[in-house]
């Protein structure tokens, strides 16, 4: 049974769980140049920025792209994406889909190595997080079919079949620790940010559980990463002096993912 690894670091500032959780890729970032996409759709997002940073530590180049601006989208809706070099128009094969193509701007499209940055201290009210992040940079034609589509969860999630899966990144705080995750499943990083965005809105308006989530259930049929959750293997690396004070969050985290608490 093939597994994905979600690597999980619980420590007391947020820049060491990043550097830490972003050191545990199995190899490191040799792209000359990788794209952080920040799903908080701020290119000043603080933690994509860290990101970032502790990106060119490593010898790389690292460049945050937000989505089109405004004055973009509205530029490029005048113009057919066939006809504007700002855009890479991909087709998809497969032939359960009702998204036939995606159209991206095509320095997403063109790049060699992304990251996504999902910072629920901003976001885990109203998203995006992983998933779902792609469609905000699709074409603005291809917005406005997303967006009026009876069965949005089901597309949205097709995007993501455009490109190849990257990896993504994961931030909370929590108790006053900070958490930070990497795994390179997009499937399983949606769930764990679906997990702790309850923890974030209260358990009176929470989410749907995690593996009931649409868009989640879609990523599933189209193979986007782990089908159940056998699939997935924790990796904790928890600050000793934090161990005891962060129990409660581990398991939160174990039972929404459905997998059974150590013993």
Known sequence: MTTSSLHIVIAGQRDDALSRAIGALPAPLTADKTILLPSSLDANDPVTRQAASILREQGGDAVIV?????????ASFLRTPAHDA???????????????????????AGASSRFTVCDLDRVAARGPFILDLLAYYTHPRDRLRLLASGQRSQSVAEV????????AVIAV???????????????????????LAELKVGRDVSYT??????????????DLGVHYPGEIELVWEVAPDLDSRTRALREHIVLRLGLPLAT
């Open 86 to 108: 700002a855009w890479t128009r991909i087709p998809l094969t497969r032939r359960d889909t009702a998204l036939q193509q995606v159209t991206l701007p095509a320095q997403l």
């Open 209 to 222: 559980g995690p593996w009931e989530d649409g868009v989640v259930q879609r990523a599933t049929e189209l």
């Open 66 to 74: 937000p989505p089109p601006g405004t004055r973009v989208r509205l």
């Open 173 to 195: 705080t929590h108790g006053g620790a900070s958490l930070v995750a990497i795994t390179g499943d997009p499937v399983a990083a949606e769930l764990l940010a679906l997990a």
């Open 160 to 167: 993501n079949l455009a490109l190849a899966p990257s990896p």
